[in-house]
């Protein structure tokens, strides 16, 4: 059980109204890979299709076992020389290298951790003047467009209209945050929570397939590629109806003690997974719901009888 509450102050909230903050983003690691045959190894290992990954695009995607159960979330970008970024949790990181590897037997495939990278937050209605301030341009409108430097291993993907992760080392973050409002990671999970925006290892993890976390709403798989590995799970989970469950961003009109907590109607049937509250003390979460009760219009409530009100699907 958990007990925090994360929460967004004022002033970090003011500056994302009015300009911008940075935030450190522990949660990622960052890792590069590389070889001849790369990307066509890749197709055949993640759910997403290699194939709308370019220069200005990157993609998210889930790699599963052999059983269609998930190993890791990741998010690929284009890098430098053929060089592939992959984010992915750090808690998950090594296992998500040896994962790569396994199937790689006669592949040329070049993989690994670098630590010397790290991923940070811009937040705010002039998020954009932070990216410049980095030697970046803007990317495009749409959700994970890229940019990045020329030469150097500096990097920026579009998370929502007013917010953008950046990769790049720990001295251009530091340069970028001496002048600028800097927001704690707490806070950060606090806005992550209020937009409806769910991460592996905390709303899902293995024991939930993904497209039972949204894989489809974000735009992590594609069903008219070829075969990857798990893609016989996935296939039947969608085409024979098996999402039966899904994330949903929801508020509540009061915070829950414990997290995570059981959802009720007339009796449990979902589960609280996060919660924040916002700079007006107003109580957010993601919740683990059926599909059937979320459109329906059943009253539901957590312990301590406080009303729960879905607000949409969680999505991109």
């Known amino acids: 059980m958990n007990n925090h509450i994360p929460t967004i102050s004022r002033a970090t909230a003011e500056h994302t109204k009015q ?20 990307r066509e190894y890749l197709q055949g290992q993640i759910t997403q299709d290699m194939d709308k990954l370019d220069t200005r695009q990157a993609i998210h ?28 949790p750090k808690s998950h990181a090594v296992k998500t290298v040896a994962r790569l590897r396994q199937f790689a037997l006669g592949q040329q495939l070049r993989i690994g951790i670098v630590e010397s990278l790290v991923v940070a937050a811009i937040h705010g209605t002039q998020a954009t003047n932070g990216l410049n301030a980095a030697g970046l341009a803007v990317p495009d409108q749409a959700w994970l467009s890229q940019s990045s430097q020329a030469s150097e291993d500096c990097f920026a ?22 002048n600028q409002h800097q927001g ?13 925006f769910p991460r592996f290892g905390m709303e899902w993890d293995e024991r939930l397939h993904p497209l039972n976390a949204n894989l489809i709403e974000l735009d992590g798989v594609d069903f008219k590629k070829g075969c ?3 893609q016989e799970v996935t296939s039947r989970m969608h085409w ?34 996060s919660a924040a509250t916002d700079d007006n003390g107003l109580c957010f979460g993601i919740a683990l719901l059926p599909i059937d009760v979320a459109e ?21």
């Open 19 to 38: 300009s911008y903050a940075i935030f450190k983003n522990s949660h990622w690691s960052v890792l590069k890979a590389s070889g001849p045959t790369l």
């Open 61 to 88: 995607s889930a790699l599963l076992s052999p059983q269609g159960k998930a190993v890791s979330e990741i998010y690929i970008l284009s890098g430098h020389d053929n060089e592939l970024i992959l984010l992915t």
């Open 157 to 178: 993907i579009r998370i929502r209209p007013d917010a953008y992760w950046l990769i790049s080392n720990q001295t251009t973050i530091d340069l970028l945050s001496l």
């Open 184 to 196: 704690t990671e707490d806070e950060l999970e606090a806005l992550r929570i209020q937009h409806g």
């Open 228 to 230: 990857y590995v798990g």
């Open 240 to 273: 024979r109806g098996g999402i039966k469950k899904k994330l949903y961003r929801v508020r509540m009109n009061n915070c829950p003690v414990t997290l995570p907590c059981s959802v009720r109607s007339s009796a449990n049937i979902g589960e609280l997974k």
């Open 296 to 316: 329906s219009d059943s009253k539901l409530t957590l312990d301590n009888d406080i009303n729960i009100t879905i607000l949409e699907a969680c999505h991109a």
